[in-house]
């Protein structure tokens, strides 16, 4: 019985690692222009605080997460700039990019925050804030599947 459960808490985990590790998220601006303009497909750049912002995290569970997201990923660019707390997180010259990022498309400074752009770094629009009381993500859905409908 012990060996059962084990099996099953073990295919657990590794499903639930697999779903993650379908996104393909880019940490180069640069690179994502690239791909971007290649594939024909929008930018779209989440702004997250991976290690201190709580509204971030519960994001990536309730939308990230989810296989309706990763099936809206498909078409789109993924980028993903990240300002964490923690130093052993990042490079220091991921950072130092990432927090150039956040200076041009993030001047707010809030988090989470996602912007919808083309191959050129042009916004087409954004979507901000995540509420922790209600963990609702259906107003992101809506904003992937505008910005999907509307490239």
Wanted: charged content about 25%; glycine content about 4%; aromatic content about 12%.
């Amino acid at each position: 019985m012990k060996k059962i459960i084990s099996f099953l808490i073990f295919i657990f985990v590794i499903s639930s690692y697999s779903q993650e590790s379908k996104l393909n998220w880019l940490t180069d601006f640069e690179t994502a222009k690239e791909v971007s303009k290649e594939s024909k497909k929008p930018i779209l750049m989440y702004f997250t605080g991976s290690d201190w912002c709580a509204p971030c995290i519960m994001l990536e569970q309730d939308f990230f997460s989810t296989e309706k997201f990763n099936r809206q990923s498909q078409s789109v660019v993924l980028l993903k700039v990240d300002i964490p707390r923690r130093m052993d997180i990042l490079t220091e010259n991921q950072l130092k990019a990432n927090k150039k990022l956040v200076k041009v498309y993030n001047k707010e400074g809030g988090f989470p925050n996602i912007i919808a752009m083309n191959h050129k770094g042009k916004v087409i629009d954004k979507e901000g804030s995540y509420s922790a009381s209600l963990r609702d993500p259906s107003r992101y859905f809506a904003f992937v599947s505008k910005i999907i409908d509307n490239y």
